[in-house]
């Protein structure tokens, strides 16, 4: 009953630093997503990739980069962390990008860059 | 492109009064839409959604949401509150433009229910 598991949840940055946060979904979902949720502003879609193989942008993609390891695994990279990238992230995926209506969401990963 | 505005961005009521949260879409297409619920510390958990058929759609826990294309609204109602609906409240549609569908949120109401 896992869900979609995302790892760390907490994490605290410096300017100018790496990290990457890890996605895993046990759904056998073809779509997932990287979201970041920000106080007044609701949720902003960073990247999403429809299937394995496949990503795109989304609204606020700068600064970020992603990686479909495989069917399972969405990762999330901030190559050089800037304190506007302070967020909330929610990893989420569903069964088709076709229908992307029913989402299923992790707990998130809290990051803070200093 | 679609667009959701949640106009409160907080819903203060007393335990067992009814509650509207607001929602409305712009679009000029036939729509998906969707309401989503954050409980604190958590993630988002679907709590309803509306794709065709009859207007008024419920859920288990006793949440009743009615799309008005006229209005393109698609408010949110309970008859009456408990305090263990205290959450954050996501309104979302579906954007079905171009090859792929995304959901686009609103910005979420804070449902605080008081004893």
């Known amino acids: 009953n896992a869900g979609v598991t995302q790892t760390p949840k907490f994490q605290v940055l410096k300017t100018g630093q790496s990290m990457t946060l890890q996605c895993a979904q046990d759904?056998?979902?073809?779509?997932m997503y990287w979201y970041r949720q920000d106080p007044g502003m609701g949720l902003r879609l960073i990247y999403y990739?429809?299937?394995?193989?496949?990503?795109d942008k989304g609204e606020v993609p700068n600064g970020y980069n992603v990686s479909r390891l495989n069917k399972r695994e969405f990762s999330l990279r901030l190559e050089s962390a800037a304190p506007s990238q302070t967020s909330v992230y929610f990893c989420?995926?569903?069964?088709?990008?076709?229908?992307?209506?029913?989402?299923?969401f992790g707990e998130g990963s809290r990051l803070t860059v200093l | 492109a679609q667009s959701v505005t949640q106009l409160d961005s907080q819903v203060p009521v007393f335990e067992e009064a009814p509650v509207e949260l607001r929602c409305n879409y712009s679009?000029?297409?036939?729509?998906?839409l969707f309401w989503y619920v954050q409980y604190p510390n958590q993630g988002l958990q679907l709590l309803l959604k509306?794709?065709?058929?009859?207007?008024l759609v419920e859920s288990i826990n006793g949440f009743e949401a009615e799309f008005n294309k006229s209005q393109t609204s698609f408010h949110l109602r309970k008859p009456s509150v408990h305090i263990s609906d205290t959450a954050e409240y996501f309104c979302?549609?579906?954007?079905?433009?171009?090859?792929?569908?995304?959901?686009?949120f609103g910005t979420g109401t804070l449902l605080a229910v008081q004893p």
């Open positions: 989420a995926s569903s069964g088709s990008i076709l229908f992307a209506g029913e989402l299923f």
């Open positions: 679009s000029s297409v036939s729509v998906y």
């Open positions: 759904m056998n979902h073809n779509s």
């Open positions: 509306y794709l065709s058929g009859s207007t």
């Open positions: 979302a549609v579906s954007d079905r433009s171009g090859a792929t569908n995304k959901l686009i």
């Open positions: 990739s429809a299937s394995e193989g496949t990503t």
